[in-house]
Every structure is written in C-alpha cells, then in structure tokens.
C-alpha cells in the first residue's frame, strides 16, 4: 500500500469497514497459532482483534504507510508493527495466520503473490484474505469515466485499476492445487451511509485518493475542483439519498481461506 495514508479519514467508516474482517475472523479454523502476521494491518484496529482471538500468539501487523503504524502504535499492546512493502514481506519464521484485510487488492501480480504467501505458511498454517470487489459499480465506474474526461486525462487516466481483483475461480486455481483446502466467498453488504454525497467522502479515503494526491502533486487545485465537482455529480445521481435522508451503497467483497 503507498506511503500518506490518512488514518483518521479511514476510520471515519470503521465500522463498515470492520464487519467483512470479523467475518473473515470467523471463518479461521486455527486454534493455536504461534504466529500471526496482519498484511496491511493500517491504524491496527483488526490486528488488535486478532490478538483478543488469540491471545497467546505473537502478532505483528505490516504495512508500508508510515502514518498508519504510528496511528496504530498510539494504543500500548505487544503487538509488533513493522513498517514493510507487504509484496515482499516475508516472515522471519513460517507463519500459522497469515491475515490480510482490504490490502492486497492494491497490488499487482497476484497469479505470483498468492501461491508466494501461501508457502511463507508452516505446514496446516492459514491465509486468510479480504479484498474489496466493487470495481464493476457505479462508485469506481464513473470515477474511471471522469478521470478519461477532462484536461486531467494524461495524468489520471493510468492510475486507473478497475478490475484488480480476479474472480473466484481465478483464485480457487491458484490456491488450490498448493492446499490441502480453500474455503472462497463472494459477499455483498449494503452499506447505509448518512451525510451528503457519503459516497464520495468514502472512496476519498480509499480508490479515489491516488487520483487525488496525483492532483494535488502536479499542482493542479483548479482540476482537482473540476474532477471532484463532475464526479460528486454523477455519483449524487447514481446513489441518491433515500426517504430518511440515508444513502444506501452495495459493496461486493471476496474472501479467501486457504490451509497450507
């Protein structure tokens, strides 16, 4: 995950974005592990929960924002946060959990990353993975159509990754001849969001701010209005507010369990 997270920003969902990890958390059949790594662990909040599971384990959580890690280290724990570039972690000791929620989306290459963290476990060890699957919705769809749309297509256009998240199958295949078993899932959450245009002010801590920070590094204030004003448009009309005032965004996820 690149560096500049905002923590605060993120957590401002963290309760629609914690229910898919306590899922993922519940369909983990260890009982014992001695080693849990949490790949792209963020401001630490599920990392914490992986420790009230398993209180005898040693847990590290990994991530490559330094923002993130110094967020998650305000709280005093024995957890180890370690600042790394989660495409090639590697543990110092094969793991029993290796856990990753809404992370490895961001990186490419995966027909190699997942066989690879697949065999960093120790023998009966488990992968457990939660990725965001919403790339074929309106919310990244029109971000994609407003970033080809305007003077600001050179620079947006290639930060573009609608679909880097594979099917189940795709990683069924992967995983499967390597493991003894694969448990994958697809979900969908309806996700009731307050606020106006609550939408945007979601992707603006996730999908949308590497357009965003592109923005504002080229220095480009005047586009950047421009982007966000189009966009918030489409996607008012797209989402909009129900009779209560509330918005309601369906959020597609997959999940991965796989034993070693």
């Not at 847990?59 to 180890?80: C, H, T, W, Y």
Request: net charge negative.
């Amino acid at each position: 995950m690149s560096v500049g997270w905002n923590p605060e920003y993120y957590l401002k969902f963290a309760d629609h974005r914690l229910r898919p990890a306590l899922d993922l958390l519940a369909q983990i059949p260890a009982s014992r592990p001695k080693n849990i790594y949490d790949l792209g662990c963020g401001p630490g909040t599920v990392t914490r929960l992986l420790c009230e599971r398993w209180p005898g384990a040693s847990v590290s959580g990994i991530d490559s924002s330094a923002q993130m890690l110094e967020r998650a280290g305000k709280e005093p724990s024995d957890i180890k946060w370690v600042e790394a570039d989660i495409a090639g972690w590697s543990p110092e000791t094969p793991a029993d959990v290796i856990f990753s929620n809404a992370a490895l989306h961001w990186l490419d290459d995966h027909p190699n990353l997942f066989p690879a963290l697949l065999s960093k476990l120790a023998p009966g060890g488990m992968l457990a993975v939660q990725m965001p699957k919403n790339h074929a919705a309106a919310s990244h769809v029109l971000m994609a159509d407003v970033a080809r749309a305007g003077p600001w297509t050179d620079l947006l256009a290639p930060l573009m990754r609608e679909a880097p998240v594979g099917t189940m199958e795709f990683y069924y295949d992967l995983l499967g001849p390597k493991a003894t078993s694969v448990n994958i899932w697809e979900s969908e959450y309806t996700q009731i969001l307050e606020g106006e245009n609550p939408v945007l002010q979601w992707v603006s801590g996730t999908a949308l701010k590497p357009l965003l920070d592109a923005l504002d590094g080229a220095d480009k204030g005047d586009w950047k209005a421009a982007y966000l004003a189009e966009y918030s448009k489409r996607l008012s009309k797209a989402y909009p507010p129900r009779s209560d005032g509330r918005t309601l965004f369906p959020f597609r996820r997959l999940f991965m369990v796989a034993i070693r």
